[in-house]
Nanobody, 125 residues
Framework: VQLQAFGGGLVQAGASRRLSCLASGRAFNSYSVAWFRQAPGKEREFVAAISWSGSRTYYAESVKGRFTISRDNAKNTVYLQMNSLKPEDTAVYYC???????????????????WGQGTEVTVSS
């Protein structure tokens, strides 16, 4: 599976932005997918995850209620809808995928074998 994340850009605080993670590969609909982000000088952190069917979703506390992860398996795409953006959301956002969904470790980067190249989101105050 190859992943391509796009949709980043410069937005003002309070605005919305939707990121997309487009996957190649016929078995994508059996992969769990997560979004991580990494701000300058900080470690990569978990943002959201979704199971292969979309029936289970998980969020970091910092984005819960503002971000929504979803997927369209017919389009091989996972989305991250980001609302009420804050300057602290500024980061490079990465999507990651894995054929095994570990419901106990979905927030751990090493659980995912496939990564996209990242798309940068900058939120100005």
């Amino acid at each position: 599976v190859q992943l391509q994340a796009f949709g980043g850009g410069l937005v003002q605080a309070g605005a919305s932005r939707r990121l997309s993670c487009l996957a190649s590969g016929r078995a994508f609909n059996s992969y769990s997918v997560a979004w991580f982000r990494q701000a300058p000088g900080k470690e990569r952190e978990f943002v959201a995850a979704i199971s292969w069917s979309g029936s289970r979703t998980y969020y970091a506390e910092s984005v819960k209620g503002r971000f929504t992860i979803s997927r369209d398996n017919a389009k091989n795409t996972v989305y991250l809808q980001m609302n009420s953006l804050k300057p602290e959301d500024t980061a490079v956002y990465y999507c990651a995928a894995d054929p095994i969904f570990n419901s106990a470790r979905y927030y751990v980067p090493n659980e995912y074998d496939y990564w996209g190249q990242g798309t940068e989101v900058t939120v100005s105050s």
